[in-house]
């Protein structure tokens, strides 16, 4: 990071923390070069990159000050309501339709999934593929097929290991991004008709497959900040024939919340009580804003019931489509099911990847990146607290790149939703987050996009249309 | 092609159309020099490659001689008995079994499913990668991975359109490979408990989809050379209320049979008659061995009846992972059952074969590719015809790398199986061909590797256990 880039951080977190209060004045640039030890140029781009995120304006002849928010910052949202026991899961089409809705490269990508491809090391990667393309032989692309690439293995779990996760390489099956780590997952533990644990509000891919396999859906309430309330599953699971759990434990989509430690162990006591799998959708634990990436519950997993589902997609290499389950006592039958279906992730890709995690500078990668992603939520948060109304609630995530924004309740966020496609803004509407269609007054925003005057405008816009509710 | 080896084709040719008889002399270098018109040097290297493939031999101070074979080339298998109407199918546990052995690559693999990857022309389209990733912009890296990237479905549509199929863009979808383009194919047709028309013996992974889905499997009989047995399947069309059809029109695996466009049509009108979709897999399309592809039986699809898949993986990129379907009136719920499980084929794999489609060369490797298999198998039929004991009978395709072998009633092939795996050699025993696990007494051989000592000496081998039976 650049000093002028430090500097900034230093004095936005005097704002978020209120040291520095709406409308004061803050140090001009003579004072501030003086007490932080920096020359009057580090402070000028350390202002105007504050004056970019939005966090402080110029006034002529008077310097800067940090800006007006519309009101106090904006209050964490609720914890949603109790759901009907078991919902019959028929989402698809509305989730499709959104997001069919994402393919103009012209929208302001609010409701995309994906963080912006410019935080990635594009560049970096091709120059990986081309090197070990040229190191691979033509009897080792047939070999990786079946087995994965075996340096590829060796490097995730040697990340493992770092997160404190002790994993036999054995247990590893390489996939198509973890979506396909979850559909196997999933299908190696239940049966069409079986129920299945998932969180309320949810990512929507997780309804959709669960539509597909023709599975029932118990929904479990998610608490904005705490995570899956574990009050109702151990209800759930004690009059219920739960078959398996799909849950995010860290950094959930679309909260953001996380289980602490203790609620990750009570959580697997729960399953290992019920010898109930756990397929755990843990693809944005390397995103986290604090200094050490959350434990996954397969951590605490001593008997093979967790099925852990990871990614390269959000942290490295979108669109390359690898990633990978470390599935228990369920491998050779996930292993299996890959065979029967796609056999194997593109080879190239998964040596690409081997490559880059070996030389390519990974944790420098994803410093930089939850930097960005950490300073583009607080420019979202500033931004939304000026423009959005009295009443409206979000989300504060450690990690990952979404807000959860819960409006007033006569806002229909489908509705907002096509209004703000006509204006050239896409959001993910709340209901596609639940099988019952729930948290029609919710939306997920995305802010994994570099924020600027774009950005700014479009919240603005949004503001003025949630108002007109 | 050199001119030695169109002198050896040429000559192997003299000897499989019986023109010169085994054990008769062949020309001396220097008649054989003159009658062709080439130097003494390429009529060596010439008979050398002959004597590489088993043809011919030298006798010492006597010159060279057509090798006797063991008798007559083998005759052709005969075409299956009838079969249940219905089979429940189980066959993956033993598929996968069979599959695990391969994973040594010190066997011969006469097991394999893939030709040598020696065949391929990875060094060159490893280039096709570097320079398509140095065009890719990030944003394109996402764009590409809902829709598929847009220059390779060009392409593709591009080679339909020479084999004189008319398809427009829209109705691709870029898949991993075939197997998930005919898994989402039958996945978009069917429910669990549907009756499926496949044939018999038919491509295992077929029963393994099948098996997974809980469809149950309409085993049609193929004949070796004709195909499809459609008086069977127009009677079975009529008595069962069958959902849809899963056949490969063109060099049939196991078989290599194919049917006639006459033939093709007849099945297209039942179709049509019964309103019954066709998953059409028809990967070795393109290995065919005569001047022109055959004409898929998508060629003549009026209705958007007809699924059609194929893939760069047998052709030109193993390990790549990159195929298609082309999906009829199927396309749209193809397109979303493929985002509800792995998104998207890996985005550099598809512009790198797109940019080789444009630039590598591709007709030219295929005629190399086509002409190398079918010598190898020319080779393959002459080892067999030396070392099978009587009674053995064999196929002759016009395409793909298979060789279909049925032995004398008491050769049980799963036996022959574990024999042969023994002493190094790999091979796919017939029961894994069926969802009721006939054809015991045959199997098939892969002729996608390079012919040498190795291979005669494993085929010597295999006809001493044969005979052992």
């Known amino acids: 990071m650049k000093r002028y880039e430090r500097l900034a951080d230093t004095i936005a977190e005097l704002i978020r923390t209120g040291i520095l209060a709406p409308g004061e004045r803050i140090p001009s640039v003579r004072q501030a070069s003086q007490s932080y030890g920096v020359s009057p140029s580090t402070v000028f781009q350390a202002y105007y990159l ?21 009101g106090l910052p904006l209050p964490e949202p609720q914890l949603t309501p109790a759901v009907p026991p078991t919902t019959e899961v028929g989402v698809s089409e509305l989730v499709f339709s959104v997001l069919g809705s994402l393919k103009n490269p012209h929208t302001v990508p609010f409701g995309s999934a994906f963080p912006s491809p410019d935080l990635f090391p594009m560049a970096r990667l091709a120059r ?41 390489i054995e247990e590893l099956v390489v ?65 219920l024939p739960i078959k398996a759990c799909w849950f995010m434990s860290s950094f959930q989509n679309p909260l953001g919340a996380s289980l602490d430690n203790s609620r990750k162990q009570q959580l697997y006591n729960l399953l290992q009580e019920h010898q109930v799998p756990l397929i755990e959708d843990d693809v944005y634990a390397e ?3 604090g200094e050490r990436p959350p434990m996954p519950i397969k951590g605490l997993d001593s008997e ?49 990847i081997a490559d880059y995690l070996q030389h390519g500078g990974y944790d420098r990668h994803l410093r930089k990146l939850r930097h960005a992603l950490q300073r583009q939520q607080e420019a979202m948060l500033a931004s939304a607290a000026r423009h959005f109304p009295k009443g409206t609630r979000v989300t504060q995530p450690d990690g990952g790149y979404f807000l959860w924004f819960e409006f007033p309740e006569q806002v229909d966020s489908l509705q907002l939703f096509r209004l703000a496609l006509a204006q050239g803004i896409s959001l993910a509407p709340g209901p596609i987050f639940s099988a019952s269609q729930s948290f029609r007054h919710c939306a997920r925003l995305n802010h994994g996009h570099a924020w600027g005057p774009d950005s700014e405008r479009a919240m603005e816009l949004l503001g003025r249309m949630l108002r007109s509710f």
């Not at 190191?135 to 490097?155: E, F, K, V, Y």
């Not at 539509?211 to 574990?230: N, T």
């Open 50 to 70: 504050l004056e970019d995120r939005g966090l402080i304006q110029a006034r002529a002849r008077s310097g800067y000050f940090v800006r007006s928010l519309a």
């Open 175 to 239: 996939t198509n991004g973890a979506l396909e780590a979850l559909n196997l997952g999933l299908q190696s533990v239940t049966q069409a008709g079986d129920l299945v644990a998932i969180e309320s509000p949810t990512f929507y891919a997780c309804l959709q497959v669960l539509e597909r396999l023709q599975l029932k859906a118990v929904e479990i309430p998610v608490h904005p900040r705490d995570g899956i309330d574990l009050a109702v599953l151990r209800e759930r699971m004690g009059s």
């Open 304 to 352: 093979g019931l967790v099925i852990h589902c990871g990614s390269f997609s959000k942290t490295l290499a979108p669109g390359y489509r690898v990633g990978w389950v470390a599935g228990g006592r369920f491998t050779e039958r996930i292993a299996r099911l890959k065979l029967m279906t796609t056999i194997s992730p593109s080879v190239p890709a998964q040596t690409a």
């Open 287 to 289: 995103l986290h804003y």
């Open 128 to 168: 990986s593929m081309t090197s070990s393309l040229r190191n691979l032989s033509p009897h080792d692309i047939i070999a990786d097929m079946t087995a994965g690439n075996a340096d590829l293995m060796r490097q995730i779990a040697l990340r493992y290991m770092v997160s404190g996760v002790r994993l036999p």
